[in-house]
C-alpha cells in the first residue's frame, strides 16, 4: 500500500500509520486506547489525518543540548 508523500489532507488506516511512524499495528491500536495519538473514529473505523500526524511527531521532538 503507498503513501501519497505530498498529500498533507490524506486521510489514513491503521496499517498505513504503522507503516509510515515504523511501528506495528498493535502499537498504533494502544496509541488510540491511550488516547495519546490524533485520530477521527468513524463507527468502529479510525483514521487518521497525515497532517496531524506530523504536527503530532514534531511536538515530540527533543532538543539536543546546548541548542
Do not use: C, H
Amino acid at each position: 500500500m503507498q503513501i501519497a508523500k505530498n498529500e498533507d489532507s490524506e486521510y489514513l488506516n491503521v496499517n498505513q500509520v504503522a507503516t509510515f511512524l515504523g511501528v506495528s499495528v498493535d502499537t498504533v491500536y494502544s496509541w488510540t486506547m491511550r488516547k495519546s495519538i490524533p485520530f477521527y473514529k468513524l463507527g468502529k473505523l479510525v483514521r487518521f489525518k497525515r497532517s496531524e500526524l506530523i504536527a503530532y511527531m514534531d511536538s515530540l521532538k527533543v532538543e539536543p543540548y546546548g541548542s
